[in-house]
């Protein structure tokens, strides 16, 4: 299995990225993927995830509003569309693929990226 990050970058505050996470090995279309997050210093935390089944997606409430998470199946690509972004945001993202993913959040990540820098500065 592998996951693929790309799209990562500097970009000074208010301004967008989108990541991309491109996926092999596995049944894209029946898994719970997503992305995390871990800034230098801090814990890894879940940033969204979108549900296989039934669509639902999770965002940490600090990137409601701004973020987007999406996915292609035929092209088993995971989204994340960043707007309005604050220094705040700088951090490694990550591309997951978990067991769980609901309105309440990630539980039991079990594929991981290698990661994408994502630095908001001026």
């Known amino acids: 299995v592998q996951l693929v990050e790309s799209g990562g970058g500097l970009v000074q505050p208010g301004g967008s990225l989108r990541l991309s996470c491109t996926v092999s090995g596995l049944p894209f279309y029946n898994w719970n993927v997503g992305w995390f997050r871990q800034a230098p210093g801090l814990e890894r935390e879940a940033v969204s995830c979108?549900?296989?089944?039934?669509?639902?997606?999770y965002y940490t409430d600090s990137v409601k509003g701004r973020f987007t998470i999406s996915r292609d199946n035929a092209q088993n690509t995971l989204y994340l569309q960043m707007n309005s972004l604050k220094p705040e945001d700088t951090a490694i993202y990550y591309c997951?693929?978990?067991?769980?993913?609901?309105?309440?959040?990630?539980?039991?990540?079990?594929?991981w990226g290698q990661g994408t820098q994502v630095t908001v500065s001026s």
């Open positions: 979108n549900n296989w089944s039934n669509g639902i997606t």
């Open positions: 997951m693929a978990s067991m769980i993913c609901s309105a309440g959040g990630v539980r039991s990540p079990i594929y």
